[in-house]
């Protein structure tokens, strides 16, 4: 079975940093895009940044361009969204994500696989 568990949420003050972590198993790693979502109650889960199953190419959305950086370890089946400069609007539930597959990383749309979530909390 897939499994997507993140870990790494928690509590910061707005300018401070956070960085996730999300182990997969259950898939081959290093063949799929990755990715991270976030979702605050009430709206529609949002797309943050994908990376391609290599690590070489990633996508960034412009409300977190600049401070969020995505990255992965293939050795370590490891995705990794490090947070900088937080704001108050960063607070969310962040889910680390699956497409399962090597191309179309940047369509959100097409992920399928999903861990339960870390909570962020920026203040």
């Known amino acids: 079975d897939v499994q997507l568990v993140e870990s790494g949420g928690g509590s910061a003050q707005a300018g401070g940093s956070l960085r996730l972590s999300c182990v997969a198993s259950?898939?081959?790693?290093?063949?799929?895009?990755m990715a991270w979502f976030r979702q605050v109650p009430g709206k529609q889960r949002e797309g943050v940044a994908a990376?391609?199953?290599?690590?070489?190419?990633?996508y960034t959305e412009l409300s977190v361009k600049g401070r969020f950086t995505i990255s992965r370890d293939n050795s370590r089946n490891t995705l990794y969204l490090q947070m900088n400069s937080l704001e108050p609007e960063d607070t969310a539930m962040y889910y680390c994500?699956?497409?399962?597959?090597?191309?179309?990383?940047?369509?959100?749309?097409?992920?399928?696989?999903w861990g339960r979530g870390t909570q962020v909390t920026v203040s």
């Open positions: 994500a699956a497409n399962g597959d090597w191309s179309r990383c940047p369509y959100y749309a097409e992920y399928r696989y």
């Open positions: 259950g898939f081959d790693f290093s063949r799929s895009c």
């Open positions: 990376i391609s199953s290599a690590g070489g190419t990633t």
